[in-house]
C-alpha cells in the first residue's frame, strides 16, 4: 500500500536478540510503531499460515487474487443476463457507498493526506484529467465526422471527474491507491464547475448540474464512507485489519463486480437493435479510455513511472453515473448508450493492463 513502510525492525537487546516486533500468541505483530498497517507493495497482503480461517474469508481472499478477470467476466455477465443485471440496478446507491467504505478502509490516509500536500504535482494531474483532456479529445474527433452520438459521447467523457472504482482497480494493478483516491476525490468535487463550461463551450450542449443537489450527494458517497471507515478502523484495530486484508481486498471486488453487472442494464437489448453502431461506439470507448490513459501518462513521466501510471489509469477511467443522471432531456439518446458501453474499457484495464504495469512499474510486481 502507498505509504505504507514495512513492518519496522526494532534494534537487537538483551531481551529481544532478534530485533523483531513483539508478536501476539498467533504470530501476528501486535503494534507498529506510527499505527498503520503493513503491507505488501502491490495492496495485498501474503496469507497468514499461523491464522485459521473460515470458508468464506478464504474464498474473499481468492477473489483478491483474481480480481482482474472476476471483473472481466463480471462485465460481460451483466450483458449476457438482462435479468441479473435489472436485479442488480437498484442497489447502486449502497453498493458505491459500501465500495468507497472499504477502499478508505484499505488506503493509507495519511498517505493520501501527503498527496494532498504536493500541490503542483497533484494539481497538475487534476488539470490535465479536467481542462486538457477535453479540449485535446475534442481536437483529434472534430475533424472525424463520426457519429453525433459518438462524438459527444467521447468529449463529453473526456470532461469527467476519474470512476469512483480508480482507487480500488489502482490497488489491483499494483499502482497508487492514495494517489488516486486524492485526485478522484478533487476531481469529483470540482467537476460540476468545470465540466459545464467545458462541456457548453466545446459542443454547444448544456450539462445542468445542480452544485447544491450535487453537493449533498457527495457529502453521503464520500462523508459517510469516511466516517464508517474510521469506526471500522478502530473497532477491529491495526492487527486485525492485517490479518484479513485479503479478504476486504475480495469484498470489495466482488462490489465492484455488483456494479459492473447494474450498469448494464438494458445494453443487451439496445445492442441487439443497432449492432453496427454498437460495434463503432466499442471501437471509441476503448480508444478514448485507453488513448487517454497514454497520453496523460505520458505527460507525467518526469514524475516517475508509478505516478505517471496511476495518472494515466485515472484519466482512462472516468466516472459516467453523474452524467447519466443530468444529461438534457433534448440530448441525443446515443450519448447514454455510449456511456453504457465505456464500461467495458473500465472493467477490463485491471485485466488488460496489469501485466504491462508489472513490467514498467517496479512497485506493481508480486
Given at each position: 500500500m502507498r505509504g505504507i513502510p514495512p513492518p519496522i525492525e526494532?534494534?537487537?537487546?538483551?531481551?529481544?536478540p532478534a530485533g523483531q516486533l513483539p508478536s501476539s500468541p498467533d504470530g501476528q505483530p501486535t503494534s507498529v510503531s506510527d499505527g498503520r498497517l503493513p503491507s505488501s507493495r502491490d495492496g495485498r497482503l501474503p496469507p497468514s499460515s499461523s491464522t485459521p480461517s473460515s470458508l468464506p474469508?478464504?474464498?474473499?481472499?481468492?477473489?483478491?487474487?483474481?480480481?482482474s478477470?472476476?471483473?472481466?467476466?463480471g462485465i460481460f455477465g451483466g450483458v449476457a443476463s438482462p435479468a441479473l443485471?435489472?436485479?442488480?440496478?437498484?442497489?447502486?446507491?449502497?453498493t458505491v457507498l459500501m465500495m468507497m467504505t472499504l477502499v478508505l478502509l484499505r488506503v493509507d490516509l495519511a498517505g493520501t493526506l501527503a498527496h494532498l500536500r504536493r500541490p503542483v504535482r497533484t494539481g497538475a494531474i487534476i488539470?490535465?484529467?479536467?481542462?486538457?483532456c477535453p479540449v485535446l479529445t475534442w481536437a483529434v474527433v472534430a475533424p472525424m465526422h463520426l457519429d453525433a452520438g459518438i462524438t459527444a459521447g467521447l468529449?463529453?467523457?473526456?470532461?469527467g471527474?476519474?470512476?469512483?472504482?480508480s482507487p480500488a482497480f489502482a490497488r489491483m494493478v499494483g499502482l497508487d491507491p492514495e494517489l488516486s483516491l486524492a485526485v478522484t476525490l478533487a476531481t469529483t468535487f470540482l467537476v460540476p464547475l468545470t465540466a459545464p463550461p467545458m462541456v457548453l463551450l466545446l459542443l454547444g450542449v448544456d450539462l445542468s448540474i445542480g452544485t447544491g443537489a450535487f453537493m449533498v450527494r457527495l457529502g453521503l458517497i464520500v462523508g459517510l464512507p469516511m466516517l464508517l471507515s474510521l469506526l471500522l478502523r478502530r473497532l477491529l484495530g491495526p492487527a486485525r485489519l492485517l490479518r484479513r486484508a485479503d479478504a476486504v481486498d475480495g469484498l470489495l471486488v466482488w462490489l465492484v463486480v455488483f456494479y459492473g453487472f447494474a450498469v448494464m442494464d438494458g445494453l443487451g437489448a439496445r445492442m441487439a437493435a443497432d449492432p453496427g453502431w454498437v460495434m463503432q461506439a466499442v471501437v471509441a470507448a476503448f480508444a478514448v479510455d485507453y488513448g487517454l490513459n497514454l497520453l496523460t501518462a505520458g505527460a507525467f513521466a518526469g514524475f516517475g513511472a508509478e505516478v505517471a501510471a496511476t495518472a494515466?489509469?485515472?484519466s482512462g477511467n472516468r466516472n459516467m453515473a453523474l452524467y447519466l443522471a443530468v444529461l438534457p432531456a433534448a440530448a441525443d439518446p446515443r450519448v447514454a448508450l455510449f456511456f453504457g458501453i465505456c464500461q467495458f474499457p473500465l472493467f477490463l484495464s485491471p485485466f488488460l493492463l496489469r501485466p504491462l504495469y508489472r513490467r514498467l512499474v517496479p512497485a506493481a510486481q508480486g
Open positions: 526494532q534494534a537487537p537487546n538483551a531481551a529481544n474469508v478464504r474464498l474473499l481472499a481468492l477473489s483478491a487474487r483474481r480480481g478477470l472476476l471483473l472481466a467476466v443485471a435489472a436485479a442488480f440496478k437498484g442497489v447502486i446507491a449502497p488539470a490535465f484529467l479536467l481542462l486538457a468529449v463529453i467523457f473526456a470532461t471527474c476519474a470512476a469512483t472504482s494515466g489509469l485515472m
